[in-house]
């Protein structure tokens, strides 16, 4: 897409292989003419992630867990997190 390439050059932090397939597959997605269009289209645009839920949200879905696996998941959870926050500091310094 005419605006997806300039911010791809101007931003070496998406050169990576994770951000080099997100810009990949935006370009596609936006492509009218692309093959993978379709399916790219077809996918839900919404994908709900524990790291993203709120506090009382990840607490409600806890308690349909069984009691040994209520634990794992904030540790599961916070460790996304911290890696998340990690790359986004790579995109957006401060």
């Not at 990576?16 to 492509?31: H, K, P, Q, T, Y």
């Not at 645009?45 to 990840?58: A, C, E, I, Q, W």
């Amino acid at each position: 897409h005419h605006w997806l390439g300039p911010i791809y050059a101007d931003t070496p932090q998406l050169h990576d292989s994770i951000g080099g397939l997100a810009v990949l597959l935006l370009a596609e997605a936006l492509n009218a003419t692309s093959e993978f269009r379709p399916y790219l289209c077809s996918l839900p645009t919404l994908v709900p992630l524990p790291v993203f839920y709120s506090p009382g949200k990840l607490e409600r879905v806890k308690l349909d867990l069984p009691p040994g696996e209520q634990g794992v998941i904030d540790s599961l959870v916070e460790a996304r997190r911290d890696v998340i926050q990690l790359h986004y500091m790579k995109v957006m310094p401060a």
